[in-house]
């Protein structure tokens, strides 16, 4: 689904533009980029044009749009005091009006997505760990089978491993089933490696939009840079030689073998 916003206003932003392209990790980056995700998931009040799939948004259209998105916070927000977490998905199916003959297969099936095994529904909310926690927000999220997803700072706190088992789960989710990612963090080297568009916020306005490589390396946005493009920049500073632009490091090494003397 593309998403395109133009000449918004409310409480946090001032007349902004910009596009999420179908089907690619938009990355956002910025001071108030968490409130730009609620912003596009229809939380806060705006007012402005808005388009979805170049349908515009209306009052008597609204609920299409918003279930076509969910919103996976930067921490877990029990929203109906359940702490057993097979009575919790139940209680989300019901609460999201989701449509399905098996609720007990949907639940397993959204559990398989992100690698949960499904005994952790005899268990409590409050004996998860902080990655497992992480996983159930992502399982409970692929609940409604949600066009956009729109994550708030989803690698912050989390070890390499599941760091990594999360970005499998967002490629796959684009690749395979051609879901429109958004990413919100204020980690550029997360933004550069995992993104492919970004929107850059400054001054409660969009300060610039593009392909996230292309962002990164212009010096006009004076945004801070992720290591690996300042790495790449200072090779072609001291050494003059022009280094492609790698989002790997492991890459970015073989490049250097072979290029730099």
Not at 141 to 159: C, S
């Amino acid at each position: 689904m593309e998403i395109k916003f133009s000449h918004v206003n409310s409480k946090y932003f001032s007349d902004i533009s910009f596009v999420i392209p179908k089907g690619e990790v938009t990355g956002i980056y910025g001071k108030n980029g968490d409130k730009l995700l609620r912003l596009i998931s229809l939380d806060d009040d705006s007012r402005g044009i808005i388009y979805f799939n170049k349908i515009r948004k209306l009052r008597r259209n609204y609920y299409l749009f918003r279930n076509d998105m969910e919103l996976v916070e930067k921490r877990f927000v029990n929203l109906f005091d359940i702490d057993n977490i097979y009575e919790y998905f139940r209680e989300y199916v019901r609460y999201k009006k989701v449509e399905v003959d098996d609720i007990d297969k949907k639940i397993k099936d959204s559990l398989r997505i992100v690698g949960l095994k499904v005994d952790i529904l005899d268990r409590r909310i409050s004996t998860l760990t902080g990655s497992e926690v992480k996983l159930l927000q992502f399982a409970l999220a692929f609940i409604t089978n949600p066009k956009v997803i729109l994550l708030d700072e989803p690698f912050r706190g989390l070890d390499l491993n599941v760091r990594k088992k999360l970005i499998r789960i967002i490629t796959r989710l684009k690749d395979k089933f051609s879901k429109t990612i958004v990413i919100y963090s204020n980690n550029p080297n997360y933004l550069y490696q995992y993104t492919d568009y970004l929107i850059v916020l400054s001054n409660n306005t969009v300060l610039g939009e593009g392909n996230t490589s292309d962002i990164f390396f212009d010096s006009k946005y004076n945004i801070k840079r992720p290591d690996i493009v300042d790495f790449i920049l200072l090779v072609k500073d001291k050494k003059n030689v022009k280094l492609p632009r790698r989002k790997s490091v492991m890459d970015l090494i073989k490049d250097i073998y072979w290029n730099v003397k």
